[in-house]
C-alpha cells in the first residue's frame, strides 16, 4: 500500500537538449535529475517531466474559449499554493519570461475562483500555473 500521493510522470517532445536545460533547469529553476544524450528528466515540483529529443516541432495545438480567453487545448500545469504561485509568477517576470495569458484571476467571485498564468517552453509546450482561492480543496466543487 501506497502511504503518499502518486507522483506524476509527462513526457513532452524537444528539439534541443540544451535549450530544454536552460528553460527548465535556469528559467523555471527545477532541478534536472537524469539524462542521456536524447532525453532529460526534471524534478517537477516533486513529479517526473521527461522530454524527448524529437527531430522536428509536432502538429499545431487547438484552442478553447475559458472565461474569455483562448486556452491552448493541449497543455499541463500545476497547482500551487497562493504564495509559491506568486513568488513564480513574479521570478518568471523578473526573468522577461512572456506570459502567453496573464497572469489574471479567472472566475472572479465564484467558488472555483483562481489565479492563473499560461508560458511556453521554447518547444511549444504550454504550461498553466495556477493556484485557487479555496486551496482546501484545489479548485475541485
Given amino acids: 500500500m501506497q502511504n503518499s500521493a502518486p507522483i506524476f510522470h509527462l513526457a513532452l517532445p524537444i528539439t534541443d537538449i540544451e ?4 528553460f527548465y ?3 523555471l529553476g527545477l532541478k534536472e535529475k ?5 532525453w532529460i528528466d526534471f524534478d517537477f515540483w516533486g513529479h517526473q517531466l521527461s522530454l524527448h529529443l524529437v527531430k522536428e516541432k509536432y502538429q499545431k495545438n487547438e484552442s478553447t474559449m475559458i472565461d474569455g480567453d483562448q486556452v491552448p487545448a493541449l497543455h499541463y500545469g ?3 499554493d497562493k504564495d509559491v504561485w506568486t513568488k513564480l509568477k513574479d521570478d ?3 526573468k522577461k519570461v512572456k506570459f502567453i495569458i496573464g497572469p489574471k484571476t479567472r472566475f472572479e467571485g465564484k467558488e ?3 489565479g492563473t498564468f499560461f508560458i511556453v517552453d521554447p518547444f511549444g509546450n504550454f504550461i498553466e500555473i495556477k ?3 479555496n486551496q482546501s480543496n484545489n479548485g475541485w466543487v
Avoid: P
Fill in 131 to 133: 493556484c485557487f482561492k
Fill in 25 to 27: 533547469g535556469k528559467v
Fill in 112 to 114: 472555483e475562483e483562481q
Fill in 78 to 80: 500545476l497547482i500551487l
Fill in 34 to 38: 537524469r539524462s542521456a544524450f536524447n
Fill in 92 to 94: 518568471l517576470s523578473s
Fill in 19 to 22: 535549450a530544454a536545460r536552460e
